[in-house]
């Protein structure tokens, strides 16, 4: 099987004071199409540097990135968000205030298509629109019309994820995507996140911050500290490890 | 009643340079002077052309001249990092030297035989309403073309990258080349508003873009306190409402026999009274 994405010797180093700092050291991983893993790290171990090396925003200092076999380590962010789509940690990042709910969806079902002078045709696809936001849980379906500055956060981060999710692409990154919401929006996205990713066998790297959604969710955990990659572990290993356990891994 | 008539049709004819600065402060939260510097460059091209040339090529002329400013303005910003304000202020400051060698002099005359509002169309009407017919055409020409591009697939992106750059790029969207053009087709505009400004007045004068900044945003911001809808087009009729407004308050500050030099602080002022008491009335609520 051609694995999704390979990171060969990943290096991003940053100077700090004129001194040289690595935020990311000599990462090596492979993740296959389909699979479902688990990031966890503490602050400042290197995850959303790592993430934004991933989706484009990043140069990485040396290493290579390979998609589906491709190297892609010189493409621009916006090159690649046909291949790969992400979930930001605040609601507020991913969706335009002053739009709809139906044309922020309507933006997304075009995600890193040209945009030519032709009619955006809204109304011929609100069918479309609607259907899906009948999948979300919180009725966003009847609010399409409704400008969405006026949602809550968890309704604004639902819409997100599914304009992260609407196409389908090769990789989804989810960063800390439910840390911001209260407690039961966040279980409900988090229960709908998992669900999305099991029915579309979509390939998603998640990063979270709570080690019972690390050890619960995903088919693979990795642990990153001090931007060096210091735990990979399958399915089995995880469900034998206990939340003492892996917080001593962080620290 | 003819007072009147002429201010409402100033009016509708100032509300195309409010159009163009809609573009760039509130579609794509770009705060761009080069209006000041687009506005009269826009004049001067088009008293130029008219001396050699027809009244469409001319305000084509002035059209694309704006577009070219708007270009410089857009690659300081989004490719060389300058701040947004700080592109706009290099960009009309350089224009200042280029409408003089346009203008070869302070301003120049144009003749009644080559003016857009000389033109012998629709004798029956006095003066004034033939202004205010070809100006109201304008007008609506320009107000279907931005709504038309507006609620085109590549408007739609272009208020999502004003909204949010973050979001636009993340779906894909060339937000600095969206950006470029958006501030491009603006000082177009503005540009274009100042050819007919300068063909109704029947001079360009190099020094009639200072103080057009706060023309183009009364007539938004007070647009926005009318406002009559809130889709896309019911914004665009507020803002020409809005310069209509604007232009009938003036009247009246004007025929309550204030110095007519004092037209700018007015109008300074008539801007900071709308901007300010929305927010006065909402600290008072909310104290």
Same mark, same amino acid.
């Given at each position: ?251 | ?120 169309? &629709?004798? #029956? /009407?006095?003066?004034? +309403?033939?202004?205010?017919?070809? =100006? ?5 020409? *320009?107000?279907? %073309? ?101 232009? &009938?308050? #003036? /009247?009246?500050?004007? +025929?309550?026999?204030?110095?007519? =030099? ?5 109008? *300074?002022?008539? %801007? ?16």
């Amino acid at each position: 099987m051609t694995p999704r994405m390979t990171l060969n010797h990943l290096n991003f180093e940053i100077t700090d004071n004129n001194q040289p700092k690595q935020l990311l050291s000599d990462l090596n991983l492979t993740i296959n199409p389909g699979e479902f893993v688990v990031l966890l790290g503490a602050n400042g171990a290197g995850k959303s540097t790592f993430f934004n090396t991933i989706a484009g925003d990043l140069t990485p200092t040396s290493g290579q990135l390979l998609f589906n076999d491709h190297d892609i380590t010189q493409q621009s962010a916006q090159q690649r968000t046909r291949l790969i789509s992400r979930v930001y940690q605040d609601p507020k990042l991913g969706t335009a205030a002053d739009m709809t709910v139906a044309e922020n969806i309507l933006l997304a079902m075009r995600r890193g298509q040209h945009r030519r002078i032709f009619p955006r045709r809204l109304k011929q696809q609100l069918p479309t629109i609607k259907m899906l936001a009948k999948t979300l849980p919180n009725h966003l379906d009847q609010q399409l019309n409704r400008p969405v500055s006026t949602l809550s956060g968890g309704q604004r981060q639902t819409l997100n994820f599914l304009m992260a999710t609407v196409q389908k692409t090769e990789l989804l990154l989810l960063d800390e995507h439910t840390s911001a919401l209260d407690a039961v929006s966040s279980q409900a996205l988090m229960t709908f996140t998992n669900q999305t990713i099991r029915d579309h066998h979509l390939t998603c790297l998640m990063i979270t911050h709570d080690l019972k959604d690390a050890l619960h969710y995903g088919d693979r955990l990795l642990v990153l500290k001090a931007g060096e990659l210091i735990a990979d572990l399958n399915t089995s290993e995880k469900q034998s490890l206990t939340i003492d356990a892996l917080f001593n891994y962080l620290n | 009643m003819n007072l009147i008539i002429s201010t409402i049709d100033q009016g509708l004819l100032w509300s195309l340079l409010s159009l163009g600065v809609f573009i760039t402060f509130r579609i794509l939260k770009f705060p761009d002077m080069t209006v000041e510097g687009s506005f009269p460059l826009g004049a001067a091209l088009s008293a130029l052309m008219l001396q050699q040339h027809n009244i469409a090529f001319s305000l084509f002329v002035a059209f694309i001249g704006g577009c070219l400013a708007g270009l410089v303005t857009a690659i300081l910003y989004n490719y060389f990092h300058v701040q947004s304000l700080l592109a706009g202020i290099l960009t009309l400051t350089g224009l200042y030297s280029v409408n003089l060698r346009i203008l070869g002099q302070v301003n120049m005359a144009i003749g009644d035989q080559h003016n857009l509002y000389q033109l012998p169309l &629709l004798h #029956l /009407l006095t003066l004034d +309403q033939r202004l205010l017919v070809i =100006n109201l055409a304008i007008i609506l020409v *320009a107000l279907l %073309l931005l709504a038309g591009l507006l609620y085109t697939e590549f408007g739609q992106s272009l208020i999502a990258a004003g909204d949010n750059p973050t979001m636009a790029l993340s779906q894909g969207i060339a937000v600095k080349r969206t950006k470029t053009i958006g501030i491009v087709l603006s000082n177009g505009f503005i540009a274009l508003a100042g050819g007919l400004v300068a063909q109704y007045n029947g001079f360009a004068d190099v020094n009639m873009g200072i103080g057009v900044m706060v023309i183009g945003l009364s007539a938004i911001i007070i647009g926005e306190r009318l406002l009559i809808g809130k889709h896309f087009v019911a914004k665009l009729i507020s803002i020409i409402l809005g310069s209509v407004v604007y232009r &009938l308050i #003036l /009247l009246l500050v004007l +025929q309550l026999g204030f110095n007519a =030099n004092d037209f700018k602080l007015f109008s *300074a002022v008539i %801007l900071a009274i709308f901007i300010i008491t929305p927010q006065q009335k909402k600290g008072l609520i909310t104290k």
